[in-house]
């Protein structure tokens, strides 16, 4: 087996388990399903925001910025300064900033609105977890007792067979933060 370098992948695992195919099914469904969603503004705005986060977007102003600064500056023989001043040309672009940056913000809002839902899917994943382990160990511990295995006066085992408070944990990191 070829070891990963960071020129060189890692050899993909022959087969993945059917859980995580399904669930990378699930996921691929559910953005299909949200971009579907979007309405025309919203797509509008991203295409625009995917054509102008490309290098085709770059060369196009250099190629039009340039060949204007060029004529404007008289250094394109037998084509006429047109705006000499330069005016025009910074107005133009600041017209174009303006609508640009309101097409980004518009992807970026989208965009934070899926990473809160997936923030979200996390921490109830999360917190089911947590409570799913904390009654498996409530099990084991109760399994270990019944069978007469010394596990041991561990204040940590103790600690885990007690359920989670998100509540008491964001309140923690907000008094934390408030003092820190």
């Known amino acids: 087996m070829a070891r990963a370098t960071p020129t060189t992948p890692p050899e993909r695992p022959d087969q993945l388990s059917t ?9 691929e469904q559910r953005r299909q399903r949200e971009a579907s969603k979007a309405s025309l503004e919203e797509r509008v705005a991203q295409a625009i925001t995917n054509f102008t986060g490309s290098m085709v977007f770059v060369y196009l102003h250099l190629a039009l910025y340039g060949g204007w600064i060029l004529v404007n500056l008289g250094l394109v023989p037998g084509v006429p300064r047109f705006d000499p001043s330069f005016v025009t040309l910074a107005m133009a672009a600041s017209v174009e900033a303006i609508f640009l ?7 970026q809002n989208r965009m934070a609105a899926a990473a809160d839902k997936r923030a979200e899917l996390d921490l109830q994943i999360g917190l089911l977890s947590e409570h799913e382990l904390t009654k498996l160990t409530r099990i084991v511990a109760a399994i270990a007792e019944h069978m007469h295995i010394e596990v041991g006066k561990d204040f940590d085992l103790e600690e885990i067979k007690r359920d989670v408070a998100p509540e008491a944990v964001l309140d923690e990191i907000e008094s934390t933060q408030k003092t820190g």
């Open 19 to 27: 859980s995580l195919r399904r669930n990378i099914r699930a996921l």
């Open 101 to 107: 940056s309101t097409f980004v913000l518009i992807s």
